[in-house]
């Protein structure tokens, strides 16, 4: 008789609730290699209905995979009829586990005739994904990346630096500095990784594009 698998551990902290702010700093950053599988596909005009009631089918099949953060579909503006899938995941190995799944392999099969020509994937990690641009539009100009993240990283880092430099005002110099610098970039880079610029680079869209 085969035994039952071994309970999966669970990755959260409760105690983390009542730990003070130098003793978050002290611990490693969380989901140090996070990427995102960006996948374009052509799809058939005529097979468009097909296409989606496929997508409803994957999109919950690779949320059963771990290390799974979380899956969006950007679906085509224009006759082109071209889609793009990110699937996030925590690790470079989880994405591998489930792009050489089995399952995988059955959903391709089943998606391809649906297909105008071979998909396109690509992993990225979390800060390239600001600026990957959707199917069939090149990548927005060098000078407008660093616009778009300047508008966003000189706000959030000052308003940071006001809220976290009165927590720590105690500590001796130089180390009240340098706890503040290091909370300030540590809580701006996971802010607008995953959550500010994703959104304010969909807002941009436009802008970027031209």
Do not use: C, N
């Amino acid at each position: 008789m085969t035994p039952p698998p071994p309970p999966t551990k669970d990755a959260r902290q409760p105690e983390l609730r009542s730990t003070d702010l130098p003793g978050v700093q002290a611990l490693d950053l969380p989901r140090p290699d996070m990427v995102t599988a960006v996948i374009r596909q052509q799809v058939a005009v005529r097979h468009v209905a097909d296409y989606e009631a496929w997508l409803h089918r994957v999109i919950p099949i690779a949320a059963r995979f771990p290390g799974h953060r979380g899956t969006q579909v950007l679906r085509p503006t224009s006759a082109a009829q071209a889609y793009t899938i990110t699937i996030h995941f925590d690790t470079l190995a989880h994405a591998q586990d489930w792009f050489q799944s089995e399952a995988r392999r059955a959903l391709l099969q089943e998606v391809e005739p649906l297909l105008a020509g071979p998909e396109e994937v690509r992993t990225v990690t979390g800060l390239e994904f600001w600026f990957e641009p959707p199917a069939l539009q090149p990548a927005p100009r060098r000078f407008k990346q660093a616009l778009a993240t300047l508008s966003v990283i000189f706000p959030l880092t000052t308003s940071l630096g006001f809220l976290i430099a009165p927590l720590l005002a105690g500590l001796p110099h130089p180390w009240g500095r340098i706890a503040t610098g290091a909370a300030v970039s540590t809580l701006a880079v996971f802010l607008m990784t995953y959550l500010i610029m994703p959104r304010y680079t969909r807002r941009l869209a436009g802008w970027l594009a031209r």
